[in-house]
């Protein structure tokens, strides 16, 4: 069923903003299948879908997003979906209709055991993760997760089993100069060549380490500047990402900015703000490696596989920061093997589709 699935859900193109098709096609699967369907709007993009299955024992969340990037140049696969041996090609191959093909089939699998042989599910697919996440958003505010004791993401992980993520913030610097007559740069302040050596010594700033997800990072994204036609600039602006681990937050952020500003004996003024976003900044999470969900993963996918997962912690951000931090519940991320995510050509092993819906049948009915 997941190897249908992931061709089907590949064939159907949904890059941000244009996830209406497929949420369609979600709803209409669930609903063929008997299993009462909910979908939640989420304004200028496709619906979030949300399904239940009532059972015994905790209530667990799985999740998924439907959309994707749009094609980039350099495809000499078909980004609608082709084979070749245990390679499936295709645009969101894996990130992430690999993962919501395993999920989803598992889902349906699930439906078809009495309720005292399963856990209270929740299948989700969301719009928006690789914008702006407005999807799990509207999911999170919608209170419709209100009492989930745990959330299962399938992002592409490699089977490795993902315990938290850096969280990130973006950045935007204005540096304020003197205008002057090109001739005499002397006399002005150029804004430009100010930005240009701060960006170039963010690199000197101490980051703080976390145990599990390491150090931050600085990357400028952006600079821009311009003269008014034979003068110094006296404006330039730069787009700046930090990503962050547990004890630093914006006001950190911003007091170490100003403070290399300081530092370097910059001659023009600054200003230090939060680039305007439709949701909310996405923080970083970790959930304890001991815990009884970790353990009762270990288990399974010993008694499944012969051991135990490799432990891994994500570099950047996604979905699962939310689930972590707004909605407050522990967040496993836990997804199929493939490469060349965001680029030309991507794809994700067949084999490792079916492995990881085999172990999300298991690892739930092993809740019970």
């Known amino acids: 069923m997941e190897v249908k699935l992931l061709k089907e859900l590949v064939s159907i193109e949904s890059p ?6 497929i949420s369609a096609f979600i709803q209409d699967l669930l609903v063929g299948e008997g299993i009462p369907v909910e ?9 979030d879908i949300i399904a239940r299955l009532p059972g015994r024992g905790p209530t667990v969340v799985l999740n998924g997003h439907m959309d994707t990037v749009r094609a980039s140049e350099g495809w000499n696969r078909d980004p609608l979906g082709e084979f070749e041996g245990d390679r499936f090609y295709g645009l969101g191959s894996a990130d992430m209709k690999g993962g919501l093909a395993a999920i989803l089939g598992a889902f349906i699998e699930l439906s078809r055991f009495p309720l005292e042989k399963r856990p209270n599910v ?26 989930t004791d745990l959330v299962l993401v399938a992002e592409p992980t490699g089977e490795s089993l993902m315990l938290g993520a850096r969280g990130r913030l973006v950045v935007m610097v204005r540096a304020i100069g003197k205008r002057a007559h090109a001739a005499r740069p002397y006399l002005g302040v150029n804004a430009i060549e100010e930005l240009g050596a701060f960006v170039g010594s963010l690199g000197r700033i101490r980051l703080r380490k976390h145990g599990q997800l390491g150090r931050g990072s ?5 600079i821009g500047g ?5 003068s110094v600039p006296d404006e330039a602006m730069a787009i700046i990402d930090r990503h962050i ?3 630093e937050d914006w006001e950190k952020v911003r007091g170490e900015l100003l403070a290399l500003w300081e530092k370097l004996g910059l001659r023009g003024n600054v200003e230090i703000s939060r680039f305007e976003r439709p949701t909310p900044e996405m923080l970083p999470y970790t959930v304890r490696r001991n815990s009884h969900f970790v353990n009762l993963f270990r288990s399974v996918h010993r008694a499944l596989f012969g051991g135990d997962p490799e432990i891994t912690y994500g570099r950047s951000v996604g979905d699962f ?9 522990p967040t496993l991320v836990y997804g199929p093997i493939g490469g060349n995510w965001h680029s030309a050509d991507e794809w994700v092993s067949v084999s490792s589709v079916k492995r990881v819906k ?8 092993a809740m019970i």
């Not at 311009?226 to 034979?230: C, F, I, P």
């Open 321 to 329: 920061n939310y689930f972590g931090t707004y909605l407050g519940r």
């Open 218 to 222: 600085y990357c400028t994204l952006h």
């Open 122 to 147: 929740i299948f989700t697919a969301v719009s928006d993760e690789e914008g702006y996440s407005r999807g799990a958003w509207e999911l999170i505010q919608s209170g419709k997760l209100e009492g």
């Open 245 to 247: 681990v547990p004890g």
């Open 358 to 365: 085999k172990f999300y049948l298991s690892y739930l009915r």
């Open 16 to 21: 941000t903003g244009s996830e209406g098709e």
């Open 226 to 230: 311009s003269a008014d036609g034979l």
């Open 39 to 47: 979908t939640l709007p989420v304004e200028g993009f496709g619906d």
